[in-house]
């Protein structure tokens, strides 16, 4: 995969409101050498690779195993780095499509594949057209009108905008996806909010 595209997508919100922008000058560099590392890998590395390669950056790359930022899988050896393997997937199912359609031959193989590279032209329409009931808030967060609305109703513009770039930069930084982003404001969002003081009370006069 990194022979056919040797890039991968990088967000600037993300690299500086994530947790890995908490961390030091040195470790911030060695964490983008491991993601063009396990690129070039095809998101396949072993904690073995992994030291051998950055053997003398074996403190940094503790610190970045200790806050979460890459991991091993449960009770396996192999790295995990969310947004690069969600990337991976994204692109391998891409390629299989293209296979496939280009095995079918004739006029139909020929215009299907045209279709899916229109489609598929970039992530931004891929996270745009995945529910057209939904609107964009941030880069990673999507809910209806009347949800949005329910959310400035209960606690506030303010409150509202804060709670989505709270989940926007979670969700960066960690590759998470929900079924519902407005669930997961209520069901976690607002308390850590409420927890970290950035929850402002709102007083409705009336008349």
Request: aromatic share 12%.
């Amino acid at each position: 995969m990194s022979k056919e595209l040797p890039y991968f997508r990088f967000t600037v919100t993300e690299w500086l409101n994530g947790d890995i922008s908490l961390e030091d000058e040195k470790t911030k560099g060695v964490f983008i050498d491991v993601c063009a590392y396990y690129w070039f890998k095809d998101c396949s590395i072993t904690k073995a690779m992994l030291e051998k390669r950055f053997s003398n950056a074996l403190t940094e790359i503790k610190t970045l195993l200790g806050t979460g930022i890459i991991k091993y899988k449960n009770g396996d050896e192999f790295l995990i780095i969310s947004f690069l393997d969600e990337q991976f997937d994204q692109l391998s199912e891409l390629r299989k499509r293209r296979q496939e359609a280009g095995r079918q031959g004739g006029k139909q193989g020929l215009s299907k594949p045209k279709a899916k590279r229109k489609q598929n032209s970039s992530y931004k329409d891929k996270d745009n057209n995945k529910d057209k009931d939904n609107n964009k808030y941030s880069d990673f967060i999507s809910m209806t009108n009347e949800e949005y609305q329910k959310l400035i109703n209960q606690h506030g513009e303010q409150n509202t905008k804060m709670f989505i770039d709270i989940l926007n930069n979670y969700k960066g930084a960690n590759g998470k996806k929900y079924k519902s982003d407005y669930l997961a404001i209520l069901n976690w969002v607002i308390d850590k909010a409420k927890k970290d003081g950035k929850y402002k009370t709102t007083t409705k006069f009336v008349f």
